[in-house]
Structures are given as C-alpha cells and as structure tokens.
C-alpha cells in the first residue's frame, strides 16, 4: 500500500500540486460524515425509541437517552489523541483509512437490531461507541494530512473548508434526521453506509502518506490513565444533570462526586507520567509553543461557549416558540432543525473565506473578531423575548455562525502551522481533544445553568396551571415537583409535556375544554416560558464571558507563526516574504506572508 512508504522530496513537492485537492476532499467528507452522524440522533430520537418501543422518560431509561447522545462525543473525546499520535507513529494515511472502515461497520450495524425495548437501546449504545471509534480516527489524522499536503500560504483556506465543513455537519445532521427518520429510523445509519464504502476505497487507493514518521513504543501507561481518566470525567459531567434523590440534579451524589474526583485524579496522574516518559502520548514541550497553546485554550474556550447552544436553541424551539406558532409536537423535531439553518449558512459562507484571508493576513485579527462577534451575538439572543419574530432570530443566527466560522477556520491553521510536521498528529488531536471535551462540558454547564433557573420558578407554575384545568391536586404536586430535566427531555423529544406529566388517563376524565386546553400547542409553553427565559438568559451569560476569554486567548497567540521545519522540500510553497521570527518560548519559526 502506498501509505507504507514516505515519499521522496522532490516526489512530495509533485504531489503537492496535482494532490493537495483530492486530500482536501477526502478528509471534508470523512470529517462530515462523522459529524453529521454525531449529532443526526438529537432530532431522530422520539422515532428511534417508538421504533424500538421504549419510553426514554420513564425512571430507569433516561441512561438510554443520554448515552444514545453522548457516547459517540465522548469516546471520539477520548480516543483523539491517542488515534493522533499512533497516525505520527505508524502513518497517518494508514489510520484515516482504518477509520473510514470502522465508522462504516459501525454505521451498517446500528441499522440490523432485530431487538426491542432495553436490548435494542443497549445495541444502539453499544454501536454507536463503534461509530465513535471511527470517527475518532477520522477527526485525529485529517487536519495532519491536510496540513501535510498543502503549503503553509494555503492551508487556511484546506483547514478552514475541513474544519468548517466539521461544526456544520452537526447541524445539517439535524435536518437530514429530521427527514429521514420519519419514514424509517434506520435511514439516518443506513444513509452513511454507501458514502462511508465510497470514502473507504477512495481514501484507500488515492491517498499517500505525505508525514515524517519516526517509530516509538507505545505510551501505554499514558493512553490508560488518559482514557480512564477522561471517560470518568465526562461521565460525571453526564450524570451531574440527572436528579439525584429529592434533589433536582446529580452533583452532590456520591457516584458522580467519587467519577470527577477520578477522573480528575488520573489525569493529574497522566501529566506527571507524560512529563517522564521518553515517547510520550500528550506531547507537553508542545506548549512551549505560544501560537499552539493559546489556539488551543481559544479553541477549548470556544467550544465550551458554542458547545451546548444547539441543545438550548432545540429546546427553545420545541418547546416553547414552534408549539406556540401552532406546530404539533410530533413535528416541532423536524422544524427545529430547519429554523437553525441559518447558523449554519454562516459557518459555511464565513469559514473558507477567513481561511483565504488568514493565509494571507494570520489567523489573529479574523480568529479574535470571530470571538467578539460571537459575544455580540450572544448579547443579541440574550435580548430577544422568548416570543420572539423569527427574522430576529435568524440573523442573530447567521451572526453567531458567521462569528464562530471566522473563528474556526484561521484558528485550526495557526494551530497546525505552529506544529513540528513529526508532531502534527498528536498536536491536531490533542487540539480536537481540547474541542470535543469543551463540547461535553459545556452541554453539562448549560443544562445545568438551565435547571437552577427553572427549578426557582417551574414547580409553583406548573401547581397553579394545572389545578386550574382541573387535575386533581395530587396528580399537579406530584408533577410539579418532578426533577426539571424530565421537562426538558419531553420538550427535547417532541413529545406532549403534559400528557407526560399527568398521564393520560388523567386527560382522559377531564372536562372537554379543560382536555383541550392543557393538550394544546400553546399551555405548556406559556406555562414554561418565564422560568425557561430565565435559565436561557443565564446559559448566554456564560457563553458570553467563555466568548469574551476566547477573544482574549486568541489575540495573545501574537504574530502569525510557521514552524521553522518548513521548507519547500516538504511540500511548502516559497512565500512572498520569509522573516526568522522567535515566539518567545525558545521555537524559532518563519513568518509567512
């Protein structure tokens, strides 16, 4: 196979010419099928557990519910780097290839459960954790191979349609499981099957390894304290928002205590056994590099202001502002994903074009404004009503897409351009690590924002509501003292919240117009709407002041920086201007106009 050889130079400098194309549109579609997939579930959910006969809001199954979101998002969390560095070790090519595979078995076989209930959501955890794994692999070496392909003067504009093309796929995999799983909840795994073979045998046959590549043991040591350490970690952020006994979430509980006090711990340990091993897998002197490490903490910052937005704008949507325009709840899944197109045609008209303009300029000035127009947009949703005219809406969308692409793409190519070429993989997953984790983090921030703002006002409303349609006041305390995290899993899920909360035998001995009323489109949400403004106006402080630090973080990056190991032998084209420049950690490094 040719990823088993490295390329000569003067071979290497032909490829870069005639093959940096077919790298750059390879990797985009493996990058965007594995996002697309990553988040293709949010909207398919309630057609997915009617399809295999599960209520996910009774006690015992919201475990189903939340892994069927986060297992994929954690595991390519926690895989990242160590799929980086073994890409550094044994070819990058070879492990893209690999994943291409995994990631298409994985989708094939999440469409053949022929079980149901509670062994047909464990297969579909399980798969999806498969699905993860070649994703991870895929999301690890791209952004490497990419930037090994292409000259430094150029891959703003390769990173920026990879990376772009990334964090939009999460939100076209909104519509396309909106679509598709109506007519048949296998299609949103079924779909990626044949784009997943075609990717596989064409990163297979076209694809060479470009990278420097030198043999080193693996850090076992340090891939097992990292993984263990990290899955514990995201865990406990997980089961952090469940309710935990009469409390409303989990954050006291033992369990979750004793999994961040773990993971916290062996990731401590991880760094001291990173500092000491002679071929590590976290390569620490990589923060010696100015441009890497404060790319990474503005990317890590980013994802934890953007990370959990979807999820609050999804609930915004389902259940409040679709019922209330007279949207069914079985509908308001599909319509959701549509209205937040507009964050998506930001991503997408901003995202190669501040990759162009950072080839040219550094990715300082775009990858700061993007952080501050981020805030701005941030303000400007802070500001609508929950009621609010979707043209409003909407641009306030396009902004934060438009800000969050301009951050994105220059960000991604002053991280890989600071990179040794033997490091890339390692460094871009440890960079994807960062993300990915933030992600995670981020959903448990905001969730856990949302339910303190609920929990102050939701119960006494619900009380009043629904003895005043006539529930008997047992039935409206023992539903209004239900944790506020059932109310945002029935509202995420289309389903009807208050048939959930009383049940429907419950409806059923009520009084027509009072069944009516409180079956409606609009009860609930008005019900819910001054508690649930609160909450939101407290998750988009938050996701101002991350913003606002990520500005900070990327503007003290300082000038653009090139990793001094480029040379036109490897691929780079000469550049306009070439000035020895040190970054203040010792790296000495060329600036590239």
């Not at 999460?170 to 396309?176: A, D, E, K, N, P």
């Not at 701005?376 to 802070?382: A, I, N, P, R």
């Not at 619900?462 to 899993?489: C, Q």
Request: charged residues 10%.
């Amino acid at each position: 196979m040719a990823a088993d050889r490295i390329p000569a130079a003067g071979e290497r400098r032909l490829h870069s010419e005639r093959y940096k194309w077919v790298v750059l549109s390879n990797t985009t579609l493996g990058v965007l099928l594995a996002t697309i997939d990553a988040s293709i579930m949010l909207i398919a959910m309630p057609d997915i557990f009617r399809g295999i006969g599960l209520d996910p809001l009774l006690p015992g199954n919201s475990f189903y519910l939340l892994w069927m979101i986060l297992s994929f998002l954690i595991v390519s969390s926690v895989l990242v780097v160590s799929l980086g560095r073994l890409g550094d070790l044994y070819g990058r090519v070879r492990m893209y290839n690999l994943g291409f595979a995994v990631f298409t078995a994985g989708s094939l076989l999440l469409t053949v459960t022929w079980m149901h209930g509670r062994q047909a959501a464990v297969w579909l955890v399980v798969m999806r954790v498969v699905q993860g794994v070649g994703a991870a692999f895929l999301v690890a070496n791209s952004s490497a191979i990419l930037t090994d392909a292409f000259p430094p003067n150029q891959r703003g504009l390769a990173l920026g349609i990879n990376n772009v093309a990334g964090i939009s796929g999460s939100f076209i995999g909104l519509v396309v499981g909106g679509i598709l799983a109506p007519i048949e909840w296998r299609l949103i795994f079924l779909v990626s099957v044949p784009i997943g073979l075609f990717g596989t045998v064409w990163a297979y046959l076209k694809l060479d390894d470009l990278g420097i590549r030198r043999k080193a043991p693996i850090d076992w040591l340090g891939n097992v304290t990292f993984a263990v350490g990290l899955i514990s970690l995201m865990i406990g952020i997980t089961y952090g928002i469940e309710p935990h006994g009469h409390a409303t979430m989990g954050w006291t509980s033992p369990a979750v205590i004793a999994e961040l006090a773990t993971g916290v711990g062996l990731l401590t340990t991880f760094l001291v056994i990173e500092s000491r091993v002679a071929n590590p897998m976290f390569r620490l002197p990589l923060f010696k590099i100015k441009a890497f490490t404060f790319g990474t903490l503005s990317t890590f910052l980013a994802a934890v202001g953007r990370g959990g937005l979807m999820f609050m704008l999804i609930i915004w949507l389902q259940g409040i502002w679709l019922p209330e325009h007279g949207y069914s709840f079985q509908n308001t899944p599909l319509w959701a994903g549509i209205y937040i197109l507009p964050l998506t045609f930001g991503f997408l008209l901003a995202g190669p074009l501040s990759g162009i303009l950072s080839d040219r300029y550094g990715a300082r000035p775009f990858a700061t404004g993007g952080m501050v127009g981020a805030c701005v947009s941030f303000v400007l949703l802070l500001l609508l009503p929950v009621s609010f005219p979707y043209w409003e809406f909407a641009l306030c969308l396009v902004l934060n897409g438009l800000s969050m692409g301009a951050f994105a793409a220059p960000n991604r190519a002053g991280v890989m351009n600071s990179l040794p070429p033997e490091h890339r993989g390692a460094g871009g997953g440890m960079n994807s690590t960062f993300q990915n984790s933030a992600q995670v983090l981020s959903i448990g921030i905001f969730f856990t924002l949302m339910i303190v703002g609920l929990s102050s006002a939701l119960s006494s409303s619900l009380l009043h509501g629904l003895t005043r349609y006539g529930v008997p006041r047992a039935i409206a305390e023992r539903a209004a003292h239900l944790p506020p995290v059932a109310t945002l899993f029935s509202a995420f899920l289309g389903y009807n919240p208050v048939a959930h909360l009383v049940g429907a035998k419950t409806l059923a001995h009520l009084p027509a117009h009072d069944r009516a009323v409180l079956g409606g489109h609009e009860f609930f949400a008005r019900l819910i709407s001054p508690a649930f403004h609160s909450g939101l106006q407290t998750a988009f402080l938050f996701a101002i002041v991350a913003c606002g630090v990520a500005a900070a973080a990327s503007w003290a990056r300082g000038e653009r920086f090139v990793y001094s190991s480029e040379s036109v032998g490897t691929g780079a084209a000469p550049c306009a201007r070439r000035e020895a420049r040190n970054d203040g950690s010792g790296q000495v490094a060329e600036l590239a106009d």
